[in-house]
C-alpha cells in the first residue's frame, strides 16, 4: 500500500509542482489541517527556490472543494468493489464480443511515471490493445517525431544550464515569460550576467516579446522558411561546421537544396514570413556570429500542421554549426506538463511501445518477455485525433480517460462530445468531480476518484531530463486512491494479478528502470539501469537526477546533463539526420465566412482547463473572464469595441469573450485562451473552436491556426455578483466565474434591464437584508445582501456598454464584516480612497493603478515599484508587465 503521510503540523516536505516542465522544486509544510504552506525548493537544481505565481499558490488549490471523493457508476455513489467490478466487467465483455482494439486509453502528461507505466502495461501488454494515447499528443509529439527524425530518439540533448551559459536564446513559438517563467527568469538572469540576447520568434508580440531584444512577429505557420532562409544563410556566410557535418551527420545536401528552395534569401525570407527584411538579417547575423545559441520552441512550433518540419528546420541549424550537446548551446524543446517527459519514457504514446522502444519485431518480443505479457500489441494504436474520430465512428466501444479534460482541450471537442454518450463504456479517473469530461455520459459512466497533487507519490521528469520526486504530504481524502492503484486493481480482476501486485510506487518505478536497462546495451538512449534495485527508503530520498542513468560508467547514479557531445546519435550509423522540410503553409486557408485566424494558447496565471488554479483568488485576479485579443485595424473593420464582447466562430462552434485590442496581435490574427470550460463559463470555451488538422509525421494537431469569423455582441447590461458559495448562474445570462478572497464571483452580462436585473437578485436572497441604490433611468442597480453586519453578497448592474469594475467590493466583500462607510462605497460604486485597478502582481495584490501611482511618484525601475508598493518582489511573473509601465517602456512605445 501506498504509506499515508502523517496528517498533523510536521517539517516542510520536498516535492516537485505539478504545473509546467519546468519542474521546480517546492518544500510543502503541511498545517495539520489539510492546508500547506508553500515555498521554493532552494535546494532544487530547476528552481533554486523560486516559484512562478502559480506555484506560489497551490496552497490555495488543496482544499476538497469540488473534489471527486466516491466513485460513481452512472450518476450514483458506489463502493470501490462496485465501480472496479463494473470497469474490469465491462473492459472484459467489450473486448470479448468486439476485439480488445475497440478500448482505448487516454492518459495525460501530468499523470506520475508510475501511473503512466502501469496504464501503458495493462493496455499494451495485457489487454492487448495498441489504442493509448495521451495528451502529449496535443502538447510535444512533433517535438519526440522532429528528434526521432533528427537523433535516431527521442533526445534533448542539453539541459537548462545552457541557458545560463548561452549568448544568445531564441525563444520559437514559446511565451515563456507566462508559460515557463522560472526558465524565463534564468534567461534574464543570464542577460545580466553576460549580456545575453533573447530574440521572440511568434506571430504575437507577448510579454515575453515585449523582454527580447529582437522580437520577430513573423505570419502564423512561417517557421520553416525562416529557418530555411537561416540554413541557406549559414552556408553562404561560410559559417557551417564542415568538419561536425562531415563526421557526424548525413542528409546535408539535400537539406541545403530544400532550403534554398522555400527561403533563397533574405528578401525572399522575409516575404515568406512577412518580416521586415533588416530583422531578418539582424536575426540571421546575430545567430550565424554567435556559437552559443540555445534555441527553445514549444506551442508556436510544436501545435502546428507542420510542427515537426518546424522542429527539424530549428535542428538542422543547430546541427549545421555542430552547436548540439556542448554547453550553452543547442535545441531544446520546451515540454508543458510536468511529466511530459514521463509519458514518453514509459510509451504512453500510440506510436511507441514502452521505454523509447517502438515495434520493430526484436524491440516487441523483448518487452513481451520482460513484462511476460500474454497480449503484447504488434504495431501503433491511433493518436489522439484519430482515436476520438474512431469513437465518432463506433468503433471505440470503450474509453478509460485519465488526468485529462478532453472536453475542453480536445480540438473538435463539440463534436467529441456527442460521441462520447455512444460509447459502451466511458470511464474517467479523476480528482475534480465537476469537470467537463465527468460531467459528460456514455451508456454506462465509471467515475473513479484520484488523489491529486499532495496526496500522491511517485516521480516526473522535467524538460531537461531531470527525474524529480512528487512527494505525499496530504492525507488521502474521503475514497480517492493513486491512479496505478485503481489501474492494478483492475488488471487484477481481468486476472493478472501477479503481472500487477505493486506494493508501491518505488516497486514500479523499479520495473520501469529495469526495463529501460533490459537488453540495452548503450543501444537506446532511455537508460535507468542504475536505478533498477533501488530500494524504498533511496526511493523516498530521491534527489534530481536527469536520465541517462545507466548502471556502469561515469554517469552510473548521478546523471548526465548533455548528450551528443561525442557527435554519435542513436541512428544506425550513428550519424545525425538534416530533414528536407516542407515549404511552409496554413492547414487551412482563410475565407471569405471565416476570414481571419485563430490562435489559441495560454495566460499568467491559469493552468489549463482551471480546475485546479481556479480555485485561486489570487490566481484569479489577473484574468478573470475569458477574452480575445483582436488588432485595432481588425477591430475596426469589424466594429469591435475594447472591453465589449464579440462571438468567435469557426466551423466547430462558437464562444463569445471580452474584447481587448491590442496591437500585439497581427492584423488578420486573433488570440484566445484555452482555459476556459462550461466549470467556468457560459460561453468561453475557446479551446473548442480548433479544427485541430494534424501534423502529418506526429499527427500532432494544429492548434493555433483555425480559420474563423468575429462579430460584436452587445448586452443590455452588465454586471458582477459576489457571494459567499458559489452560485449557478440564471440561464440566459453571459458568464464567467471566477474565485475572489471569501466567495466566488460572477462577472456577467444580460438582455435584461436593472429592472428585471433587480427581481432577480431580490428572488435569489429571500429572507436577507437588502441595501439597494436603484436608477432605472440610468440603467443602475447596486444592491448589498446582508445578515447583521455580514455581507452575503453584492451586486451591481450598469449599462451594457460598460465594463464593470469590481476590484473595491471584492475588498469589501473579502472583510465581510461590514461598516456603514463599506456600504455606502458598495451602493455608490465609489471609492472613499482610490481603488487599486486591476491586479497585475497576484502574490501580493497589488494592481495597476497602485503600480502607475508608484512610477508618478517617482519609481523609475522594476525594483523601485517593488520597494514603493511590493509588486513584483515575490515570483517575479508580472515583472514583464511592470517593467511595460515604466516611463521608457511608454516612451519606447509611443516613439
Ligand atoms: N501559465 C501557464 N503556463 C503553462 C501552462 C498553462 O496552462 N498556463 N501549460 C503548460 C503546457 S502543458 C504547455 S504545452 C506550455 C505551452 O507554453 P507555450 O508554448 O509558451 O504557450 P502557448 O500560449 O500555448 O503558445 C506559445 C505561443 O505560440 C505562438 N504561436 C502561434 N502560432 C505560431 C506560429 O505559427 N509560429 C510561432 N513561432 N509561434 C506561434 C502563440 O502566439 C503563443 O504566444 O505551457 C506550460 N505552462
Ligand atoms: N485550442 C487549444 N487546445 C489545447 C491547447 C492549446 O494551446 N489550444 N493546448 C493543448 C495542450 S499543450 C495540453 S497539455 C492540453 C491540456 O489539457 P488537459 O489535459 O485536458 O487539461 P487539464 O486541465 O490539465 O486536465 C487535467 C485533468 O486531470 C485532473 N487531475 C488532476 N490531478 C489528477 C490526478 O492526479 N489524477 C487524475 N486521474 N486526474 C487528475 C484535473 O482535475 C483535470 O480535469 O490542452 C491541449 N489543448
Ligand atoms: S515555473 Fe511555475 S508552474 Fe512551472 S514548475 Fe515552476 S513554479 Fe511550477
Ligand atoms: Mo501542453
Same mark, same amino acid.
Given at each position: 500500500?501506498?504509506?499515508?503521510?502523517?496528517?498533523?503540523?510536521?517539517?516542510?516536505?520536498?516535492?516537485?509542482?505539478?504545473?509546467?516542465?519546468?519542474?521546480?522544486?517546492?518544500?510543502?509544510?503541511?498545517?495539520?489541517?489539510?492546508?500547506?504552506?508553500?515555498?521554493?525548493?532552494?535546494?532544487?537544481?530547476?528552481?533554486?527556490?523560486?516559484?512562478?505565481?502559480?506555484?506560489?499558490?497551490?496552497?490555495?488549490?488543496?482544499?476538497?472543494?469540488?473534489?471527486?471523493?466516491?466513485?460513481?457508476?452512472?450518476?450514483?455513489?458506489?463502493?470501490?468493489?462496485?465501480?472496479?467490478?463494473?470497469?474490469?466487467?465491462?473492459?472484459?465483455?467489450?473486448?470479448?464480443?468486439?476485439?480488445?482494439?475497440?478500448?482505448?486509453?487516454?492518459?495525460?502528461?501530468?499523470?506520475?511515471?508510475?501511473?503512466?507505466?502501469?496504464?501503458?502495461?495493462?493496455?499494451?501488454?495485457?489487454?492487448?490493445?495498441?489504442?493509448?494515447?495521451?495528451?502529449?499528443?496535443?502538447?510535444?509529439?512533433?517535438?519526440?517525431?522532429?528528434?526521432?527524425?533528427?537523433?535516431?530518439?527521442?533526445?534533448?540533448?542539453?539541459?537548462?544550464?545552457?541557458?545560463?551559459?548561452?549568448?544568445?536564446?531564441?525563444?520559437?513559438?514559446?511565451?515563456?515569460?507566462?508559460?515557463?517563467?522560472?526558465?524565463?527568469?534564468?534567461?534574464?538572469?543570464?542577460?545580466?550576467?553576460?549580456?545575453?540576447?533573447?530574440?521572440?520568434?511568434?506571430?504575437?508580440?507577448?510579454?515575453?516579446?515585449?523582454?527580447?531584444?529582437?522580437?520577430?512577429?513573423?505570419?502564423?505557420?512561417?517557421?520553416?522558411?525562416?529557418?530555411?532562409?537561416?540554413?541557406?544563410?549559414?552556408?553562404?556566410?561560410?559559417?557551417?561546421?564542415?568538419?561536425?557535418?562531415?563526421?557526424?551527420?548525413?542528409?546535408?545536401?539535400?537539406?541545403?537544396?530544400?532550403?534554398?528552395?522555400?527561403?533563397?534569401?533574405?528578401?525572399?525570407?522575409?516575404?515568406?514570413?512577412?518580416?521586415?527584411?533588416?530583422?531578418?538579417?539582424?536575426?540571421?547575423?546575430?545567430?550565424?556570429?554567435?556559437?552559443?545559441?540555445?534555441?527553445?520552441?514549444?506551442?508556436?512550433?510544436?501545435?502546428?500542421?507542420?510542427?515537426?518540419?518546424?522542429?527539424?528546420?530549428?535542428?538542422?541549424?543547430?546541427?549545421?554549426?555542430?552547436? %548540439?550537446?556542448?554547453?550553452?548551446?543547442?535545441?531544446?524543446?520546451?515540454?508543458?506538463?510536468?511529466?511530459?517527459?514521463?509519458?514518453?519514457?514509459?510509451?504512453?504514446?500510440?506510436?511507441?511501445?514502452?521505454?523509447?522502444?517502438?515495434?520493430?519485431?526484436?524491440?516487441?518480443?523483448?518487452?513481451?518477455?520482460?513484462?511476460?505479457?500474454?497480449?503484447?500489441?504488434?504495431?501503433?494504436?491511433?493518436?489522439?485525433?484519430?482515436?476520438?474520430?474512431?469513437?465518432?465512428?463506433?468503433?471505440?466501444?470503450?474509453?478509460?480517460? %485519465?488526468?485529462?479534460?478532453?472536453?475542453?482541450?480536445?480540438?473538435?471537442?463539440?463534436?467529441?462530445?456527442?460521441?462520447?454518450?455512444?460509447?459502451?463504456?466511458?470511464?474517467?479517473?479523476?480528482?475534480?468531480?465537476?469537470?467537463?469530461?465527468?460531467?459528460?455520459?456514455?451508456?454506462?459512466?465509471?467515475?473513479?476518484?484520484?488523489?491529486?497533487?499532495?496526496?500522491?507519490?511517485?516521480?516526473?521528469?522535467?524538460?531537461?531530463?531531470?527525474?524529480?520526486?512528487?512527494?505525499?504530504?496530504?492525507?488521502?481524502?474521503?475514497?480517492?486512491?493513486?491512479?496505478?492503484?485503481?489501474?492494478?486493481?483492475?488488471?487484477?480482476?481481468?486476472?493478472?494479478?501477479?503481472?500487477?501486485?505493486?506494493?508501491?510506487?518505488?516497486?514500479?518505478?523499479?520495473?520501469?528502470?529495469?526495463?529501460?536497462?533490459?537488453?540495452?546495451?548503450?543501444?537506446?538512449?532511455?537508460?535507468?539501469?542504475?536505478?533498477?534495485?533501488?530500494?524504498?527508503?533511496?526511493?523516498?530520498?530521491?534527489?534530481? *537526477?536527469?536520465?541517462?542513468?545507466?548502471?556502469?560508467?561515469?554517469?552510473?547514479?548521478?546523471?548526465?546533463?548533455?548528450?551528443?557531445?561525442?557527435?554519435?546519435?542513436?541512428?544506425?550509423?550513428?550519424?545525425?539526420?538534416?530533414?528536407?522540410?516542407?515549404?511552409?503553409?496554413?492547414?487551412?486557408?482563410?475565407?471569405?465566412?471565416?476570414?481571419?485566424?485563430?490562435?489559441?494558447?495560454?495566460?499568467?496565471?491559469?493552468?489549463?482547463?482551471?480546475?485546479?488554479?481556479?480555485?485561486?483568488?489570487?490566481?484569479?485576479?489577473?484574468?478573470?473572464?475569458?477574452?480575445?485579443?483582436?488588432?485595432?485595424?481588425?477591430?475596426?473593420?469589424?466594429?469591435?469595441?475594447?472591453?465589449?464582447?464579440?462571438?468567435?466562430?469557426?466551423?466547430?462552434?462558437?464562444?463569445?469573450?471580452?474584447?481587448?485590442?491590442?496591437?500585439?496581435?497581427?492584423?488578420?490574427?486573433?488570440?484566445?485562451?484555452?482555459?476556459?470550460?462550461?466549470?467556468?463559463?457560459?460561453?468561453?470555451?475557446?479551446?473548442?473552436?480548433?479544427?485541430?488538422?494534424?501534423?502529418?509525421?506526429?499527427?500532432?494537431?494544429?492548434?493555433?491556426?483555425?480559420?474563423?469569423?468575429?462579430?460584436?455582441?452587445?448586452?443590455?447590461?452588465?454586471?458582477?455578483?459576489?457571494?459567499?458559495?458559489?452560485?449557478?448562474?440564471?440561464?440566459?445570462?453571459?458568464?464567467?466565474?471566477?474565485?475572489?478572497?471569501?466567495?466566488?464571483?460572477?462577472?456577467?452580462?444580460?438582455?435584461?434591464?436593472?429592472?428585471? *436585473?433587480?427581481?432577480?437578485?431580490?428572488? *435569489?436572497?429571500?429572507?436577507?437584508?437588502?441595501?439597494?441604490?436603484?436608477?432605472?433611468?440610468?440603467?443602475?442597480?447596486?444592491?448589498?445582501?446582508?445578515?447583521?453586519?455580514?455581507?452575503?453578497?453584492?451586486?451591481?448592474?450598469?449599462?451594457?456598454?460598460?465594463?464593470?469594475?469590481?476590484?473595491?467590493?471584492?475588498? %469589501?466583500?473579502?472583510?465581510?464584516?461590514?461598516?456603514?462607510?463599506?456600504?455606502?462605497?458598495?451602493?455608490?460604486?465609489?471609492?472613499?480612497?482610490?481603488?487599486?485597478?486591476?491586479?497585475?502582481?497576484?502574490?501580493?495584490?497589488?494592481?495597476?493603478?497602485? %503600480?502607475?501611482?508608484?512610477?508618478?511618484?517617482?519609481?523609475?525601475?522594476?525594483?523601485?515599484?517593488?520597494?514603493?508598493?511590493?509588486?513584483?518582489?515575490?515570483?517575479?511573473?508580472?515583472?514583464?508587465?511592470?517593467?511595460?509601465?515604466?516611463?521608457?517602456?511608454?516612451?519606447?512605445?509611443?516613439?
Amino acid at each position: 500500500m501506498n504509506v499515508p503521510a502523517p496528517e498533523r503540523a510536521a517539517p516542510a516536505v520536498k516535492t516537485t509542482c505539478p504545473y509546467c516542465g519546468v519542474g521546480c522544486g517546492v518544500l510543502a509544510t503541511p498545517d495539520g489541517q489539510g492546508g500547506v504552506a508553500i515555498a521554493g525548493d532552494p535546494e532544487h537544481p530547476s528552481n533554486f527556490g523560486r516559484l512562478c505565481s502559480k506555484g506560489s499558490a497551490l496552497g490555495e488549490t488543496v482544499d476538497l472543494q469540488d473534489r471527486l471523493l466516491t466513485p460513481m457508476l452512472d450518476g450514483q455513489a458506489v463502493s470501490w468493489e462496485g465501480a472496479l467490478g463494473a470497469v474490469a466487467g465491462g473492459l472484459k465483455k467489450i473486448a470479448e464480443k468486439h476485439g480488445p482494439d475497440s478500448i482505448a486509453f487516454y492518459l495525460s502528461g501530468q499523470l506520475l511515471t508510475e501511473d503512466y507505466y502501469v496504464a501503458n502495461k495493462l493496455a499494451k501488454g495485457f489487454l492487448g490493445t495498441p489504442h493509448v494515447d495521451t495528451n502529449s499528443r496535443l502538447c510535444m509529439s512533433s517535438a519526440v517525431a522532429a528528434h526521432r527524425r533528427a537523433f535516431g530518439a527521442d533526445t534533448v540533448p542539453g539541459c537548462y544550464e545552457d541557458l545560463d551559459e548561452a549568448d544568445l536564446i531564441v525563444l520559437v513559438g514559446s511565451n515563456a515569460a507566462w508559460c515557463h517563467p522560472i526558465l524565463f527568469r534564468r534567461m534574464i538572469d543570464a542577460r545580466t550576467a553576460r549580456g545575453t540576447k533573447i530574440v521572440t520568434v511568434d506571430p504575437r508580440r507577448t510579454q515575453t516579446g515585449e523582454e527580447a531584444d529582437l522580437h520577430l512577429g513573423l505570419k502564423p505557420g512561417s517557421d520553416t522558411a525562416l529557418f530555411s532562409g537561416l540554413l541557406t544563410h549559414l552556408a553562404d556566410a561560410a559559417k557551417l561546421d564542415r568538419c561536425f557535418i562531415d563526421e557526424h551527420t548525413a542528409g546535408f545536401d539535400g537539406a541545403l537544396e530544400r532550403a534554398r528552395q522555400i527561403a533563397p534569401t533574405v528578401a525572399a525570407t522575409a516575404r515568406a514570413t512577412g518580416l521586415a527584411e533588416a530583422e531578418v538579417q539582424a536575426f540571421f547575423d546575430l545567430f550565424a556570429e554567435t556559437p552559443r545559441v540555445v534555441t527553445a520552441f514549444s506551442q508556436g512550433a510544436n501545435q502546428s500542421a507542420q510542427g515537426t518540419d518546424k522542429g527539424n528546420a530549428i535542428i538542422n541549424c543547430h546541427l549545421a554549426t555542430g552547436r %548540439i550537446g556542448r554547453p550553452g548551446m543547442g535545441p531544446l524543446s520546451l515540454t508543458g506538463q510536468p511529466n511530459a517527459m514521463g509519458g514518453r519514457e514509459v510509451g504512453g504514446l500510440a506510436n511507441m511501445l514502452a521505454a523509447h522502444m517502438h515495434f520493430a519485431p526484436e524491440e516487441v518480443d523483448r518487452v513481451r518477455r520482460f513484462w511476460n505479457a500474454p497480449n503484447i500489441i504488434t504495431g501503433e494504436g491511433m493518436k489522439a485525433v484519430a482515436l476520438f474520430e474512431a469513437i465518432e465512428k463506433g468503433k471505440i466501444k470503450a474509453l478509460w480517460v %485519465i488526468g485529462t479534460n478532453p472536453i475542453v482541450s480536445m480540438p473538435r471537442a463539440d463534436r467529441i462530445r456527442e460521441a462520447l454518450a455512444g460509447l459502451d463504456l466511458y470511464v474517467v479517473s479523476e480528482a475534480v468531480a465537476t469537470s467537463d469530461s465527468a460531467r459528460v455520459r456514455g451508456r454506462k459512466t465509471v467515475l473513479l476518484p484520484a488523489l491529486a497533487w499532495g496526496e500522491k507519490d511517485g516521480t516526473v521528469t522535467n524538460s531537461e531530463r531531470r527525474i524529480s520526486r512528487q512527494r505525499a504530504f496530504l492525507r488521502a481524502p474521503g475514497q480517492a486512491r493513486a491512479d496505478w492503484a485503481i489501474l492494478c486493481d483492475v488488471a487484477r480482476r481481468l486476472g493478472h494479478g501477479a503481472a500487477f501486485a505493486y506494493p508501491n510506487a518505488a516497486a514500479i518505478f523499479r520495473e520501469h528502470a529495469a526495463l529501460s536497462a533490459f537488453e540495452n546495451d548503450g543501444t537506446r538512449d532511455f537508460d535507468l539501469g542504475g536505478l533498477a534495485e533501488i530500494g524504498e527508503r533511496a526511493y523516498d530520498a530521491h534527489l534530481p *537526477m536527469q536520465w541517462p542513468v545507466p548502471k556502469r560508467g561515469p554517469e552510473a547514479r548521478k546523471g548526465r546533463p548533455r548528450l551528443f557531445a561525442d557527435g554519435r546519435f542513436y541512428t544506425f550509423d550513428q550519424r545525425a539526420r538534416f530533414v528536407a522540410v516542407q515549404p511552409p503553409a496554413l492547414a487551412q486557408a482563410v475565407t471569405e465566412a471565416h476570414p481571419l485566424v485563430l490562435n489559441t494558447g495560454r495566460i499568467r496565471d491559469h493552468w489549463h482547463t482551471m480546475t485546479r488554479t481556479g480555485k485561486s483568488q489570487r490566481l484569479s485576479a489577473h484574468r478573470a473572464v475569458p477574452f480575445v485579443e483582436i488588432h485595432p485595424d481588425d477591430a475596426a473593420r469589424h466594429r469591435i469595441a475594447d472591453g465589449g464582447f464579440a462571438r468567435v466562430t469557426t466551423e466547430l462552434g462558437s464562444a463569445i469573450l471580452e474584447v481587448m485590442v491590442t496591437d500585439g496581435i497581427r492584423p488578420g490574427s486573433i488570440f484566445a485562451p484555452m482555459h476556459w470550460s462550461d466549470m467556468t463559463s457560459s460561453n468561453g470555451r475557446a479551446a473548442a473552436l480548433a479544427r485541430g488538422i494534424p501534423d502529418p509525421v506526429s499527427g500532432q494537431p494544429e492548434l493555433k491556426a483555425t480559420p474563423a469569423a468575429i462579430e460584436a455582441v452587445a448586452y443590455r447590461s452588465r454586471g458582477y455578483l459576489l457571494t459567499r458559495e458559489p452560485l449557478a448562474a440564471p440561464a440566459g445570462w453571459w458568464w464567467a466565474r471566477a474565485t475572489v478572497q471569501g466567495g466566488s464571483g460572477l462577472l456577467f452580462a444580460t438582455q435584461e434591464g436593472s429592472r428585471e *436585473m433587480a427581481l432577480t437578485l431580490r428572488g *435569489m436572497f429571500p429572507g436577507h437584508e437588502l441595501a439597494e441604490y436603484v436608477d432605472h433611468a440610468r440603467g443602475l442597480y447596486r444592491c448589498a445582501v446582508y445578515r447583521g453586519d455580514r455581507l452575503v453578497a453584492a451586486l451591481a448592474v450598469a449599462p451594457g456598454a460598460q465594463r464593470p469594475e469590481w476590484e473595491l467590493a471584492k475588498q %469589501i466583500f473579502a472583510r465581510g464584516e461590514m461598516e456603514a462607510i463599506d456600504r455606502r462605497t458598495l451602493l455608490s460604486g465609489r471609492a472613499a480612497t482610490a481603488s487599486a485597478g486591476p491586479v497585475i502582481c497576484a502574490c501580493h495584490g497589488v494592481g495597476l493603478d497602485v %503600480i502607475t501611482a508608484a512610477i508618478s511618484a517617482g519609481a523609475g525601475s522594476v525594483e523601485a515599484v517593488g520597494a514603493a508598493c511590493k509588486a513584483g518582489t515575490n515570483c517575479g511573473s508580472c515583472i514583464p508587465e511592470i517593467r511595460k509601465l515604466l516611463p521608457q517602456a511608454l516612451a519606447r512605445s509611443a516613439a
